[in-house]
């Protein structure tokens, strides 16, 4: 079936850098995408979404960037801290209302060196 | 700022047992699911509930499973009879619109 993963298992970052993670999906029917950090012992923390209408998305220190064509998802943070530390999952949804559910990434997990 | 809120935070139970799982939604959200994450895996979506019915299920959720929204803030995941590999977190998700799902802090379950 189609699935979503991410290229990366670990990312290893010095403060102050910035980190870019990555995502690759399948499902060329999914329309909107939503990243989302996991500390340890924690639930799935929404950071920033984008629908694919879009290929850009700016948060708080967060950029979104979606390339449809290679299907492909990326989450830029900029000048990380070592309160960024943790694991991240990108995560679809398929468009048309036939379904809510979000499948998951494998996760990405980011470590900030001090 | 308002937040899913689950309880317990870690279960212990033995296997064949009757668990529940209790989360309180984001109180103006009308769409509620369940999540689970096996220990080094990625989430999987089990159910989502709408208008006090299952809308979508996966192949997960068998007849072990069942969700409830006793009244107007819990909505509960049952698991039957549980089995070693139920063990897992189960997170609980909702959302106002069919967006953006915002998810609890999960319940360890460990089924000995």
């Known amino acids: 079936g189609e699935s979503v993963g991410l290229h990366l298992p670990t990312l290893s970052v010095q403060e102050g850098d910035n980190s870019i993670i990555n995502c690759a999906y399948s499902?060329?029917?999914?329309?909107?995408f939503i990243w989302y950090k996991q500390e340890s012992g924690k639930g799935p923390q929404f950071i920033i979404d984008?629908?694919?209408?879009?290929d850009k998305r700016q948060g708080q220190r967060v950029t979104v960037l979606l390339n449809k064509t290679v299907k492909h998802l990326s989450l830029q943070i900029a000048a990380t801290q070592p309160g960024d530390s943790a694991v991240y999952f990108c995560?679809?949804?398929?468009?048309?209302?036939?379904?809510?559910?979000?499948?998951f990434g494998t996760g990405t997990l980011l470590a900030v060196q001090p | 700022e308002p937040e899913v809120t689950q309880t317990p935070s870690h279960q212990v139970t033995q296997m064949g047992q009757e668990v529940i799982l209790r989360c309180v939604p984001i109180s103006n959200h009308l769409y509620f699911y369940w999540y689970r994450q096996i220990l080094g895996q990625k989430v999987e979506f089990l159910v989502s509930?709408?208008?006090?019915?299952?809308?979508?299920k996966s192949e997960i959720f068998d007849d072990q499973f069942s969700v409830e929204r006793p009244d107007g803030s819990n909505f509960t995941l049952k698991i039957r009879s549980t089995k070693l590999e139920d063990s897992a977190m189960y997170f609980c998700?909702?959302?106002?619109?069919?967006?953006?799902?915002?998810f609890g802090p999960g319940t360890r379950l460990t089924v000995l």
């Open positions: 984008i629908r694919s209408n879009m």
């Open positions: 998700a909702s959302t106002a619109s069919t967006d953006t799902q915002y």
């Open positions: 499902n060329s029917a999914s329309d909107y």
């Open positions: 995560a679809e949804k398929e468009g048309g209302g036939a379904t809510n559910k979000l499948i």
């Open positions: 509930f709408y208008n006090n019915e299952i809308s979508e």
